[in-house]
């Protein structure tokens, strides 16, 4: 690094003579470590799938994890420029072309969003999936306060406990926090990037906000070439009774060498013909014949959508209708509900104004 602190490095070359487009991983999970079955790629068997594709794998632990040297005092406060330093190291080994590719999820995701803050000049597109835009606001002090039960158990379980008393000293308006705040630092980003979301993944906005705010403020390749998948999934396997169709799949390491076909080796699949989001709508996940349950797709995020005046009326029905009189009387007054729906049934929330009488 520029520091000359050195980062330990796993380098997978396909068969032939290269060069080779790279792609490049860095954890704080530990590069070596087979046995983290939430994390495919940290271990060489999960790299084999680059090399049949054609691609030179570089994974590497992050700063002060795994075998890497040096320290950082709190997570992930190196890896910008950390990444930065690796994508143009890698850019001038021989077996590279110098088109490299930065994919994560997860803590793999953080590393990726805050290298492309950088802008390194060898860095043409990534690949984000469950991470955060602020990891600030979506990880250390998610809804303002510290996630004491969340976090703590994160930082002792990774080695990190000594870092807490450096986070907890620290208010989330605190500038420090500002190098975290990728959102901030969207017009700096010049890469496209695919970012997929999960509807019950804690990050699941951070994903969103990745997308709508490169897509509108990047520089270069950044504003306009950004693509977004929102899945009904988590951030592990779902649990309780929630199963959904098996339409509701998908398959993210085809749509990974999909983007990076296109963007590092120039393959034209057709995939930037495609609408910059594609959504699932959630239905009963327990009935077939409920609404939803299906994939939609929208030139932007949020979907288009329109505000309709719902009324709760004395029989528990809501309806556009206004009530009439006789149920406006009751001491069981309707109250106004509110719905904003994207496209029908996507993106509902809906706003109940308990108590508001209507005459």
Known sequence: MRDEVKLATNI????????????????????????????PGSDPAGVAVYAARGYATVIQDCRGTGRS???????????????YDTIEWIAKQPWSNGKIGLVGRSGYGITVNLAATQAPPHLICAFAMFTAADPRRDMFFLGGVFRKEMIEGWMTLNGKREQISEIVTRPISDTFWDWLDIVKQHPKVTIPMYNIAGWYDIFEQGNIDNFAGL????????????????????????????????NA??????IQFRWLDFWLKGVQNGIMN??????YV????????????????????????????????????LDTA??????????????????????????????????????
């Open 12 to 39: 997978f070359l396909p068969d032939g003579p290269g060069p080779w487009p790279t792609v490049l991983k860095r954890t704080p999970y530990g590069k070596d470590d087979r046995g983290r079955a939430g994390f």
């Open 69 to 83: 040297g040096g320290v950082q005092k709190i997570a992930f406060i190196t890896d910008g420029p950390d990444g």
């Open 215 to 246: 897509q509108k403020n990047g520089s270069g390749k950044a504003r306009g070439y950004q693509k977004l998948l929102i899945a009904p999934l988590g951030h592990s396997s779902l649990q309780g009774n929630i199963e959904y169709p098996a």
């Open 249 to 254: 799949g998908i398959n993210v390491q085809d």
């Open 274 to 279: 495609e609408p910059a989001v594609r959504y």
């Open 282 to 317: 959630m239905g009963d996940p327990r009935d077939p014949a409920a609404p939803g349950n299906e994939w939609r797709t929208s030139a932007a995020w949020p979907p288009p959508a329109k505000s309709t005046e719902y009324f709760l009326h004395a029989n528990g029905r």
């Open 322 to 359: 206004r009530p009439d009189s006789r149920e406006s009387g009751r001491s069981d007054r309707p109250s106004l509900c509110r719905t904003l729906g994207g496209d029908g049934l996507a993106g509902h929330r809906l706003h109940r104004q308990a108590g508001r009488r209507l005459s």
